[in-house]
């Protein structure tokens, strides 16, 4: 069964960091790019990173600084450290598998990160 | 940064009737356009992709149309397992960077 599983969300004071991780099975990790995307309560989508199959990152500016992300294709694993975090990336993350121009066919159940004093 | 337009925030219909949300890009996306649903405390689910595109294994209710700056998502006859909020999602192939349009809410009436 193809499967992404996150894990490592928890209560962080602001300015903390998180290391979130994304583990998948069922296909090969390392021939697909792969995404993190975030959703706060209540609210919309975020795009939050982005990793090629050549480790090449890519991130919008409201994370980039803070938040990197990493692969491990041996253990078929994704990361995104966050670093300097805020009340506002309190939300649940996703990481999801990207196909053809840019579709997100595989997503995980998510994982929340709350970011509170 | 490409913006994604999404309309309307939320719609009401009743079982049967068509639906149908749009979506205009800030620049041309060509058909770097996708569409997902999200029912609560679950995961998006992939739609449509390339636009046009139904996934594998959704039903053919579901459909979309476009290119360019201006996408349209429809559901041909509402069910009431569509009850959902629908999102939009472009590419950018240069920047590898995408957004997502603001979502719809759709209501059974």
């Known amino acids: 069964e193809v499967q992404l599983v996150e894990s490592g969300g928890g209560l962080v004071q602001p300015g903390g960091s998180l290391r979130l991780s994304c583990a998948a099975s069922?296909?090969?990790?390392?021939?697909?790019?792969m995404h993190w995307v975030r959703q706060a309560t209540g609210k919309g989508l975020e795009w939050v990173s982005a990793?090629?199959?050549?480790?090449?990152?890519y991130y919008p500016g409201s994370v980039k600084g803070r938040f990197t992300i990493s692969r491990e294709n041996a253990k078929n694993s994704l990361y995104l450290q966050m670093n300097s975090l805020r009340a506002g990336d309190t939300a649940v993350y996703y990481c999801?598998?990207?196909?053809?121009?840019?579709?997100?066919?595989?997503w995980g159940q998510g994982t929340m990160v709350t970011v509170s004093s | 940064d490409i913006q994604m337009t999404q309309s309307p925030s939320s719609l009401s219909a009743s079982v049967g009737d068509r639906v149908t949300i749009t979506c205009q890009a800030s620049?041309?996306?060509?058909?770097?356009l996708n569409w997902y649903q999200q029912k609560p405390g679950k995961a998006p689910k992939l739609l449509i992709y390339?636009?046009?595109n139904l996934e594998t294994g959704v039903p053919s209710r579901f459909s979309g149309s476009g290119s360019g700056t201006d996408f349209t998502f429809t559901i041909s006859s509402l069910q009431p397992e569509d009850i959902a909020t629908y999102y939009c999602?472009?590419?950018?192939?240069?920047?590898?960077?995408?957004?997502f349009g603001g979502g719809t809410k759709v209501e059974i009436k």
């Open positions: 999602q472009q590419y950018d192939n240069r920047r590898g960077a995408l957004t």
């Open positions: 620049q041309d996306i060509s058909n770097y």
């Open positions: 390339d636009a046009s």
């Open positions: 990793i090629g199959t050549a480790g090449d990152p």
């Open positions: 069922g296909f090969t990790f390392s021939s697909y790019d």
């Open positions: 999801a598998r990207m196909i053809r121009l840019g579709a997100f066919d595989i």
